[in-house]
C-alpha cells in the first residue's frame, strides 16, 4: 500500500681585578712598617667586601694592601706572622689576594671566586684593535695585557711602556740614533703615538717601510700621514686607521650595499674588526633589494635572503581570501578556505538521506513539529507516496525515505529540525538538497511555503531564511520529477558563528499550508557544509 499524510498525536520535542695592581696608590713595592720590613706588594682587594684582616688587603676598593701589622693578628711589627686569608669575594668580582704581612710576611691565600652567574663567553669579542696588548675573555669579562716593553707591533713598529705601538723609542743617549729611527733621522722625539724620529734632510730619510703611511721631512723632524683607507698596498688595501696604519685584505669604503674596497661583487661587505673580511652582508641594509614589495631583506650568518612577510601586504578584505606574500609574484590573494561537512547523507554522516531511523517512526538526527509525521518511505519498492498529484517515489541516489512537508488540508505549520554546531573560523553556510515539489495551484493565491532556515540553540530564527519556495515553484497536472541540488544556498553566517562559538544550531526544514488547494514538499539528499577559515 502507498504511504499517505498521518497525523501524529505526540508531537516530537524536537675596579683593580687580577693581581699586579698594588701600585694604583703608589704604596706596591713599598713597606710601611718598621725599617727592616720587606717590600711584598699588597694586592688583593676583594670587590664588594672588606677582606678579612692579613696586611690589611682590600680594605677598600682600589686600595693596595698596606704592608704592617696586621689586625687582630698574633704577630706584631717585624715578626714573621703569616697573614690571614683573603676574603670571599662578591658575587661575580675576580679573587682577591691577601696582602703581606711586615718582615717577609707570606703573602695572603687568594679568596675564593664569587659566584653571580657571570657568563663564560664574551658575545661581543675583545678584541681592542691594540697590536700591544693581549685579549682574553674571563669569566664574561674582556682582559687586556700589555705585552712586554720592544714588543714588535704593527708595520716595523715596537711597544713603548704604556703598552702603545709606537714609531720609535728613546733608547739612545745624545744623537745616537733610537730604535725604530734611521742613520739618517737618528733621534726620536715625542712619546707615545707622537713620537717621530728626527734629523732628517729628505723624505727617504723618513721611510718607514709602511706601504699605508706617506713620509715628508719637515725642518728636520719626520711627517708622518695616512694613507686613505682602501688605498692599495702589497697584499691589500690600507685600513686608513691613524697610528695603525696596516695593509689588510679589505676596508669598510661604502655605505651599504655598495662593495667595500678589497671585495668582490659576491661579497661586497667589509667587516674591518679583528682580521678584515668581506662577506656577502653584516648587516640587513647590505642586502640588495628585490624589488618585492612584501620580502624583508635579511642578512643571516653574513648571507642575504629575502624573506616573504604577510604583514606587508594590504587587507584584501575577505577574511578567505587573505593577501599572502608570494617571494616571487608579490601579495596575491590565496584561498585558506576549509570546507566541513555537517550533515552528509550516509547515516554515519549525519542522516541526511533519512535512510536511518530513530525507532520512532522518525529519521535518526532529525526532530519532526507539527504533529505530523515527516518522514516516509516512498522508495521504488513500495507504491511511493501519495501525494497532490499521486504516488511519488524516491526517484533520485540516496535510498528509499524522504521528508514531506505540507500535503495537508488543513492549515498547518510543520517541519523537522537537524542539530549542528559552526566551527570557530565559520564563515559561511551552504545548504544542498534534492526536491520535488507539486501543487494543486501553482498561483499566488495558493499560500503554501516551504523554507530552510538556520535556527539558535533557542530555535529561534537566525537572520532571513536560507532558502524560500512555495506553491509557485511546484509542479502541477502528472509531473512529478525530482530535480537533484535543486535547493543550492549559501548564507554568509561569520558574525553569528563568531558570537555563539561552542554554542548549538540547527538547520531546519519548515513548511506553512493554507488549507485550500494542497501542495507536497517532497526533500531528500539533505547535505550541510560549513566553510572555515582561520
Given at each position: ?158 711597544c713603548d711602556a704604556q703598552a702603545q705601538c709606537v714609531r720609535c723609542r728613546d733608547t739612545a743617549a745624545g744623537t745616537a740614533q733610537d730604535f725604530g729611527c734611521t742613520a739618517a733621522a737618528p733621534i726620536c722625539l715625542g712619546m707615545g703615538l707622537d713620537a717621530v724620529c728626527a734629523g732628517c734632510t729628505t723624505a727617504t730619510d723618513c721611510a718607514d717601510g709602511n706601504d699605508c703611511t706617506s713620509e715628508t721631512c719637515s725642518n728636520g723632524k719626520c711627517v708622518f700621514v695616512t694613507v686613505a683607507a682602501g688605498t692599495a698596498c702589497t697584499g691589500g688595501v690600507c685600513n686608513g686607521t691613524a697610528s695603525a696604519e696596516k695593509c689588510v685584505a679589505c676596508a669598510d669604503t661604502a655605505a651599504s650595499p655598495a662593495q667595500d674596497a678589497g671585495c668582490t661583487p659576491a661579497k661586497p661587505a667589509c667587516d674591518p674588526s679583528g682580521t678584515a673580511t668581506c662577506y656577502e652582508c653584516l648587516s640587513n641594509a647590505d642586502c640588495a633589494t ?245
Open positions: 500500500m502507498g504511504s499517505s499524510r498521518h497525523f501524529v498525536a505526540l508531537s516530537f520535542a524536537g675596579l683593580c681585578v687580577v693581581s699586579g695592581c698594588g701600585n694604583l696608590i703608589g704604596l706596591g713595592d713599598y713597606g710601611v712598617a718598621d725599617g727592616s720590613g720587606g717590600n711584598g706588594a699588597g694586592t688583593g682587594n676583594v670587590a664588594g667586601m672588606s677582606a678579612l684582616a692579613g696586611g690589611a688587603a682590600g680594605e677598600a676598593i682600589g686600595e693596595g694592601g698596606l704592608g704592617g701589622v696586621p689586625e687582630e693578628s698574633a704577630g706584631s711589627a717585624g715578626e714573621s706572622g703569616a697573614s690571614e686569608s683573603g676574603g670571599t669575594s662578591g658575587a661575580g668580582a675576580s679573587s682577591g689576594t691577601g696582602g703581606s704581612g711586615a718582615v717577609s710576611g707570606a703573602s695572603g691565600t687568594s679568596g675564593t671566586a664569587g659566584g653571580g652567574g657571570a657568563p663564560a663567553v664574551c658575545p661581543n669579542g675583545c678584541d681592542d684593535a691594540n697590536d700591544c696588548t693581549t685579549d682574553s675573555c674571563v669569566l664574561g669579562a674582556c682582559m687586556h695585557d700589555a705585552l712586554p716593553l720592544g714588543s714588535a707591533c704593527g708595520v716595523s713598529r715596537t628585490d624589488n618585492v614589495s612584501c620580502t624583508l631583506e635579511t642578512c643571516t650568518n653574513h648571507q642575504c635572503s629575502h624573506v616573504a612577510t604577510d604583514s606587508k601586504c594590504s587587507a584584501s578584505g575577505d577574511v578567505c581570501l587573505p593577501n599572502k606574500c608570494d617571494p616571487v609574484q608579490d601579495c596575491k590573494k590565496v584561498d585558506i578556505s576549509v570546507q566541513k561537512a555537517l550533515v552528509g547523507i550516509g547515516s554515519t554522516q549525519g542522516n541526511g538521506g533519512f535512510e536511518q531511523s530513530d525507532g520512532a517512526s522518525a529519521a535518526a538526527g532529525w526532530a519532526d513539529f507539527g504533529g505530523y509525521r515527516i518522514v516516509y518511505n516512498c522508495g521504488p519498492s513500495t507504491s511511493g507516496c501519495s501525494g497532490t498529484n499521486g504516488a511519488t517515489t524516491t526517484g533520485t541516489s540516496g535510498g528509499d525515505f524522504l521528508a514531506w512537508l505540507g500535503g495537508t488540508s488543513m492549515a498547518t505549520t510543520t517541519g523537522t529540525n537537524h542539530l549542528i554546531a559552526l566551527p570557530t573560523g565559520t564563515q559561511k553556510l551552504q545548504v544542498i538538497a534534492d526536491i520535488n515539489f507539486q501543487t494543486k495551484n501553482a498561483t499566488a493565491t495558493n499560500k503554501d511555503y516551504f523554507e530552510v532556515r538556520l535556527l539558535d540553540s533557542s530555535k529561534t530564527q537566525v537572520g532571513a531564511a536560507l532558502y524560500k519556495a512555495s506553491n509557485m515553484n511546484a509542479q502541477t497536472g502528472s509531473a512529478r520529477s525530482w530535480t537533484a541540488n535543486a535547493i543550492n544556498a549559501t548564507a554568509d553566517v561569520s558574525a553569528y558563528a563568531a558570537a555563539h562559538v561552542g554554542e548549538d544550531s540547527y538547520i531546519s526544514l519548515w513548511s506553512s499550508v493554507d488549507a485550500s488547494l494542497t501542495t507536497d514538499f517532497f526533500i531528500d539528499n539533505v547535505r550541510v557544509t560549513a566553510t572555515i577559515c582561520q
